[in-house]
């Protein structure tokens, strides 16, 4: 080694003999539990934005699915016994033809169409080999109306 070297050797030992020794632990351990509490609670701020915005984000689209409600099963019309009447008619204005559905640009009478007789369906035959008991007339339902066919 040379002089330079030995001269900058004795002048730090001689200052780190002046300084006074600290203890940095406590310091590192604080700084590091202030970061993980700030890393949680950004976390902590994300995820409920995400889980109170999303919601309201996708109502305010007008997106989604609605909720499951019961609908009623696609069958053949029933006619009720009192729809003997013939179907109504309102009076139009002269030159347009009747719709169901009014068009933009017309605001006169609609018409609108009323329950009519239909032919009653023809009644299921069991099949030969079906075990099912079959349907019968009652008082309540008489036999021109469709009867519903045994399940298994």
Do not use: D, E, K, L
């Given at each position: 080694m040379n002089q330079f070297d030995d001269f900058l050797r004795s002048t730090l030992s001689e200052i780190a003999e002046e300084a006074v020794p600290v203890n940095l632990t406590q310091r590192a351990v604080?700084?590091?539990r202030r970061k993980r509490a700030t890393t949680l609670a950004v976390a902590g701020v994300a995820v409920?934005?995400?889980l109170i915005g999303t919601p309201i984000a996708v109502a305010a689209a007008g997106g989604?699915?609605?909720p499951a409600t019961p609908s009623p099963s696609p069958s053949a019309p029933v006619p009720s016994p009192s729809s003997t009447l013939p179907?109504?008619?309102v009076p139009t204005p002269s030159g347009?033809?009747?719709t169901a559905e009014p068009s933009p640009s017309e605001s006169g009478p609609v018409v609108v169409p009323s329950p009519s007789k239909t032919k009653p369906a023809k009644q299921p035959t069991p099949s030969p080999s079906a075990e099912a008991p079959t349907a019968s007339p009652s008082p309540s339902r008489p036999s021109n109306y469709p009867s519903p066919s045994p399940t298994r």
């Open positions: 604080v700084a590091a409920a934005t995400i989604g699915q609605t179907p109504t008619t347009s033809v009747p």
